[in-house]
């Protein structure tokens, strides 16, 4: 069992979920699916949360009952980071907004992200999509009810949405990233984002300020919110050569 009354002691901080985290923590990692599912593949958890409230997202549901220092959290997050680390070493200048956002695909950007991390990390022409990604199968909506087909995937398209016409959709919004696909840049893209998060992490440890590592993000007191998401911007500029976006989430 867990142990419920345990926080972790960053001194002199502390990490922990409120008591009501508990039971739902337990459900999670009690689910056989979930064992199963580690043990064939290191696929995200959050696509398991299937014991959360219809259309919750359990990232965000978790972290509104995570407290460090007593303190309510926040989440920081690059936006889209990965596309964006490409556009930094095509020296060229991304256009504003969600670069996930492709006409035709509104309500498919969990598409939209892994179509585009795939052709990034390719070294050769794609012919079909990897198993994770369902075509026709629903959209991010439909996504967030358990019962329904399009949550079994971590991301969708639409119906009749080839790797070729995803393909030419996205590089008719992003035309400078056609000499970054399918030459498997993404391993180095991989390494760059882990090199930001470090100095970011890094620089935050200088400061005392907890940073929880969330894939491209952190999780930060409210109180040190601004001051990390700075130390956020100041470090892609650094390590990549281009502020990215940070957006803030404030939860509690």
């Known amino acids: 069992g867990l142990d419920h009354g345990a926080a972790l002691q960053c001194d002199p901080y502390s990490i922990a979920l409120l008591p009501e985290a508990w039971p739902i923590v337990e459900a ?45 959290v926040a989440v920081l997050d690059y936006s889209s980071m990965f596309t964006r680390l490409a556009y930094a070493e095509t020296g060229e200048r991304p256009p504003e907004g969600d670069l996930y956002a492709i006409p035709g695909l509104e309500k498919y950007r969990s598409g939209v992200k892994m179509a585009m991390n795939c052709f990034l990390f390719d070294s050769r022409n794609r012919r079909s999509w990897p198993s994770g990604l369902g075509v026709g199968t629903g959209d991010d909506v439909a996504a967030g009810y358990g019962e329904l087909p399009a949550a079994d995937f971590d991301a969708r398209l639409p119906e009749g949405w080839t790797v070729a016409k995803t393909k030419d959709a996205i590089l008719k919004q992003h035309p400078a990233l056609a000499p970054m696909f399918g030459n498997g840049v993404g391993y180095r893209l991989m390494y760059k984002e882990s090199e930001v998060l470090i100095r970011v992490l890094e620089e935050l440890r200088a400061r005392s300020i907890i940073g929880l590592g969330l894939h491209d993000g952190l999780v930060v007191r409210h109180s040190h919110a601004n001051k990390a998401m700075e130390v956020m911007k100041a470090a892609s500029a650094k390590v990549a050569g281009a502020s990215i976006p940070v957006t803030m989430e404030i939860l509690g």
Request: cysteine-free.
């Open 28 to 72: 999670f990692f009690n689910d056989p699916r979930v064992a199963r599912r580690h043990l064939s593949s290191p696929l995200d958890y959050r696509n398991m949360l299937e014991s959360l409230p219809a259309g919750r997202n359990g990232e965000t549901f978790f972290a509104k009952l995570l407290r460090i220092n007593g303190e309510p």
